[in-house]
């Protein structure tokens, strides 16, 4: 246990992207409590966020199946981010102001957070971020769901150069998260004697990785470092197979490769390969039988849990437990913040908590 630091297509489609409720009135009532779910479902960033809103509507289905909250029923309103952050923004204030939600569950990127955190403080509205990040941040504004630099990587960088040896190549996604976490990598290096033989960053939605893999194989590394995002994730592992390098020897190993993007790419892509997270679908555990069973059983056999899905329907309940707390007192985005301070559960992937001073989660590495 790590703290914190700091159904058919057409008919899925038009489920995740328009589904808009309850959009006028106030946030929680006698018989209601509104929130707003805030993720992309259409632009680069689809292929891993469309797991995160299935997550937050089935535990959406779930807590109002067992009589809601405090007898209310929890209704969402639900928008596009678009893999845009001016979008981002614009849609997070629609939620705040116009839509008066009582919290937000959304975002992926640190890029869409970063874009939002200035309208959640200047509203002092709630976000609920469920997605790995690079740490660095403490806002009373926002819950942290996901895994932070030392619980995905103070054991498995160390793995690795066991394992594998000491030369890393580093290449990632231009934008803060795989920056941040790669001078968090270089720091372990440096104090395991290893060494980065080349860093790149590639445009979000990259699709052509030819350069990269022929650095790759001049510098002969023994890892490649991953924190490349999106649909970028399956390009750059298809061209790595169809190089002919071999996982055996230089290894794929990634902070954000999930179920979403092997199950996007296949399996022969994916084979050799390693992920850090605190969550994989094949966790055995009643907890996580239960949530596994019951998403396939709403969104289709074929789909998959991640370790950003997880969160996602872990933090709802959190939020269910907050609200809970505040039975005869006034429920405001203050009052919230104050009751999920500390609170905890059984989530698909073990006892996880809420840490009372940085609203960052205790989780499983």
């Not at 797991?51 to 509507?57: C, I, L, N, R, T």
């Not at 923004?89 to 939002?116: I, M, P, Y």
């Not at 992920?275 to 055995?284: D, E, Q």
């Amino acid at each position: 246990l790590v703290a914190g630091t700091v159904m058919p297509l057409a008919a899925m489609a038009a489920d995740l992207a328009t589904d808009k409720v309850n959009t006028t009135g106030l946030a929680v009532t006698d018989k209601v409590v509104k929130v707003g779910i805030l993720h992309s479902v259409t632009g680069t960033m689809s292929i891993s966020e469309t797991g995160s809103v299935q997550a937050e509507k089935l535990a959406i289905s779930q807590i109002n199946a067992m009589g809601g909250v405090l007898g209310r029923k929890i209704e969402f309103i639900q928008e596009d981010g678009a893999s845009d952050w001016p979008t981002f923004a614009e849609k997070a204030k629609k939620l705040l102001v116009n839509d008066k939600v009582a919290s937000v569950f959304g975002c992926w990127t640190s890029a869409s957070r970063k874009a939002v955190l200035p309208v959640f403080e200047q509203y002092n509205g709630m976000l609920y971020y469920p997605t790995f990040y690079e740490g660095l941040e403490q806002s009373p504004n926002v819950i942290y769901t996901g895994a932070v630099p030392n619980q995905q990587q103070d054991e498995f960088v160390p793995w690795l150069v066991e394992k594998f040896g000491k030369k890393f190549f580093l290449i990632g996604s231009n934008y803060i998260y795989p920056k941040e976490e790669n001078n968090y990598c270089k720091k372990l290096l440096e104090k395991l004697g290893g060494e980065v033989v080349s860093e790149e960053y590639v445009p979000l939605g990259h699709s052509e990785f030819s350069s990269a893999i022929n650095k790759i194989k001049s510098t002969e590394p023994n890892v490649i470092f991953s924190t490349v995002v999106g649909d970028s994730v399956v390009a750059l592992h298809r061209q790595y197979r169809a190089a002919g390098l071999n996982p055996e020897k230089m290894p794929m190993a990634s902070l954000t490769t999930s179920e979403n993007e092997v199950a996007a790419m296949g399996g022969d892509a994916a084979a050799g390969h390693f992920t850090s997270a605190p969550y994989f679908m094949v966790h055995k555990s009643p907890e996580n039988e239960k949530f596994v069973a019951a998403y396939k059983k709403r969104w289709g056999d074929d789909k998959v849990t991640h370790f950003v899905s997880e969160p996602c329907y872990f933090q709802m309940y959190l939020f269910k437990q907050a609200i809970e707390k505040l039975a005869g007192s006034d429920i405001s985005p203050d009052t919230i913040r104050e009751a999920i301070k500390g609170q905890e559960m059984i989530a698909p992937q073990g006892k996880i908590r809420l840490d009372k001073e940085n609203l960052h989660t205790w989780l499983w590495p």
